[in-house]
């Protein structure tokens, strides 16, 4: 029988640098500003978000080093392990090899403590006493908990209220970390109170959660905002995951065909597979890369390239992505981390350029993956992951199909043990596989803000 092997770096691996893909691509369309229209400038962040994560989100750099004191709490948990399957791909009778890098051995149990630690560290720095934040399943919200209790900022989460409501243990989590956390909307925020007149039973929404976080930070001059996903310092700074990756797989003397990761706001995503369209960018190394979306939330695959809000209420910038549009409600889903309205620009921007694909799959296959994936490997993927699993189960069938050695490269973006819920469901044949509403989606797209530079 093979079992699992393993593939473990020293912590005197963990990378020293985040590498910054804006260096290898053609520039990405501006980030506008709402009111003029006009591309924004450092200043028009500067209430959000500390400076030197401002200089990341439009640095061209292609390499920023990682601060120690970062690097010396990476130590935790990093580099993490790169698995290759050898039972899974026995299961599946492929003769494809597939490898899997493992982020739920971080605290918070996924890859978002790779940029909280980070976020957390540079708003210390510039003197920030409170963070605000969103959270939907749970995820980003214990991961910020977490960071900032390190650093010691207080951290007050907006969680989206049917998580709120049904995920008791995340938000137990957050508080165990000494974060505040309440339901989302909220009467604290005019954004909250906006919504809660309309519909006082609101279940509310990310998008929702963003502007009562924004609209608390703008508000105060010790408090700044902090975002999970989407944004380009967000990604640069998951790229330790595709660095070490690309170490791991020199170890086992392989380099993938085919690099998988399940796309939210795409941070996972970009963490895992920009080291590699790097060096496809400059080494010419060929390979496929494909982001994987929920069917009931397909931003890349069904969304319209447009410049919109990141948020509901429309404080944020206007940013050129992939989206469903703002005012966009997704049907009810067990991947929490993967209803959002919109795609990271940069992962936009590449798919535009033809360099990513992106496909996008019902939960009820994802989860009979993910089963799969757990009954062979062990570990029981969160439900966000389990569209990359299911997407690299597809890629090792075609292979086996086609007669080929593939070499496919996922990252398993987290751990499902908050997530329990969600497969008591399915494995009683309660989860359903619902569609977006196409009418709703027209509705939304036509909302879209008109955009002068279009
Ligand atoms: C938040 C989350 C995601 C989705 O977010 P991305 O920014 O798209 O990576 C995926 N997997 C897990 C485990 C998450 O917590």
Redesign the pocket.
Known sequence: MGERVKYELGEDRIPRVWYNIAADLPPPPPVLHPGTGKPIGPDDLAPLFPMALIAQEVSTEREIEIPDPVREIYRMWRPTPLYRARRLEQALGTPARIFYKYEGVSPAG???PNTAVAQAFYNKQEGVKKLTTETGAG??GSSLAFAGGLFGLEVKVYMVRVSYNQKPYRRALMETYGATCVASPSNETNSGRAILAQDPNSPGSLGIAISEAVEVAAQSGDTKYSL??VLNHVLLHQTVIGQEAIEQMEAADAYPDVVIG????????GGIAFPFLGKKLREKRDVRVIAVEPAACPSLTRGRYAFDFGDTGHLTPLVKMHTLGSTFIPPGFHAG??RYHGMSALVSHCKELGLIEARAYHQNPCFEAGVLFARNEGIVP?P??NHAVKAAVDEAVKAREEGKATTILFNL??HGHFDMQAYIDYLGGKLVDQDYDAKALEASLAQLPKVAAE
Not at 262 to 269: K, Y
């Open positions: 996924s890859h978002k995820q980003w999970g996903s399940c796309a939210g706001g795409g941070s996972n995503f981390g993967l969160a966000e992951s973006s987290g």
